[in-house]
C-alpha cells in the first residue's frame, strides 16, 4: 500500500504559526524533504521533531521527484515542506505532487501560514478577488511590461519582491499606475512586521529614507477604478479609441495597446488603419 504525501505549510516568521496538526503530521511522516536541511532542521529542533530530512530545491527536482515517488509507492509517507509558508506557492513542489498523483499516491494538505493570504487580509485593499502573480522579474523593462499587462485587472494585484529590488520596482509601479492605492507588507509575522500604505511613490520615499530595507516584502496593488479599464474593449482598435479620447496622442495610443494585448504594433496600426 502506498503511503501519503503531505504538503505541510511552515511559518513563514512566527514559530507559533505551525498549526497543531502541521506538526503532528511532521512527527509520524518517515522522511520530511524540504529545500535548506539547515532552515528546516530549526523548525523541527523548536517541536523536538527527529524524523530525517532529504533535501528537494529547484536545482534537484527533477531527480529528487521521482526518487520520492518511488519511496511513497512503496509504503513511506513523506511530507514536503518549503523554507517557509505554503508548499508550492513560489517555491518548488509541483513536480513531486504531479508526479505523486500520476503513481497514485494519496497527496494531502496540511494549510497553514501564507504571506499572500497574510498581506491581504491586513493590506486595506479589497479581498474579493484577487490574483497573484509570484516574483517580479528583475530587469526594470520586463518589470514594467508585467505591470502594464495587469494595469486593468479589476481586483487586487499581488507580487513579491526581494528587499535590495523594492525601490526599483516601486519606481516602476509609480510609473505604471501612478497614484493608485498600493500597500507593501515587510516581515511578515515578525518582530517587526510592518505595512505601508500609499501609492508607490509613497511607498518608495518612505523605504528610500531608511538606511536599508531588510526582508522579503510583498506588494499589493489596488483593482483599477472603473472608469479606468478598457479590458472589456473587444477589439484593438477600439481600445486605441479610448484612449485618444481621454487625450493620448494615437502613436502612444497604439503602443500601449499592442504592449497590453501582447500584439506588434504594426498589427494594431493596421487594425486602426483599416476601421478609421
Avoid at 511530507?79 to 509558508?85: K, P, R, W
Avoid at 500604505?197 to 536599508?212: D, K, M, N, T, V
Avoid at 479599464?229 to 495597446?257: F, N, T, Y
Wanted: glycine letters at 6%; one cysteine or more; hydrophobic letters at 45%.
Amino acid at each position: 500500500m502506498a503511503g501519503t504525501l503531505y504538503i505541510v505549510a511552515t511559518p513563514i516568521g512566527n514559530l507559533e504559526d505551525i498549526t497543531l496538526r502541521g506538526v503532528r503530521v511532521l512527527r509520524e511522516v518517515q522522511l520530511i524533504a524540504c529545500e535548506d536541511t539547515r532552515q528546516t532542521r530549526k523548525l523541527l529542533d523548536h517541536f523536538a521533531i527527529t524524523v530525517p530530512l532529504v533535501s528537494y530545491h529547484e536545482h534537484n527536482e527533477a531527480q529528487r521527484a521521482a526518487e520520492l515517488v518511488e519511496q511513497l509507492k512503496g509504503g513511506q509517507s513523506i511530507a514536503l515542506v518549503s523554507d517557509a509558508g505554503t508548499p508550492l506557492v513560489s517555491d518548488p513542489g509541483h513536480r513531486l505532487v504531479a508526479a505523486a498523483i500520476a503513481a497514485g499516491v494519496p497527496v494531502v494538505p496540511i494549510p497553514g501560514a501564507s504571506a499572500v493570504v497574510s498581506a491581504l487580509s491586513a493590506a486595506g485593499l479589497p479581498a474579493d478577488q484577487f490574483r497573484f502573480c509570484g516574483f517580479l522579474p528583475a530587469k526594470s523593462t520586463q518589470r514594467r511590461k508585467v505591470f502594464e499587462q495587469h494595469k486593468h485587472e479589476d481586483c487586487t494585484i499581488i507580487f513579491y519582491e526581494a528587499p535590495h529590488r523594492i525601490l526599483d520596482a516601486l519606481a516602476d509601479a509609480a510609473e505604471v499606475f501612478g497614484s493608485r492605492r498600493m500597500a507593501a507588507a515587510r516581515e511578515l509575522t515578525k518582530i517587526h512586521e510592518e505595512f505601508l500604505r500609499g501609492s508607490a511613490a509613497e511607498i518608495r520615499e518612505q523605504l528610500a529614507s531608511r538606511p536599508s530595507v531588510k526582508g522579503e516584502l510583498t506588494l499589493l496593488i489596488a483593482p483599477a477604478e472603473p472608469g479606468e479599464s478598457i479590458a472589456e474593449l473587444s477589439a484593438p482598435e477600439d481600445a486605441v479609441r479610448a484612449l485618444e479620447k481621454q487625450g493620448m496622442p494615437r502613436m502612444e495610443a497604439i503602443k500601449q495597446v499592442a504592449r497590453e494585448r501582447g500584439l506588434g504594433k504594426r498589427e494594431v496600426y493596421r487594425l486602426v488603419a483599416e476601421h478609421w
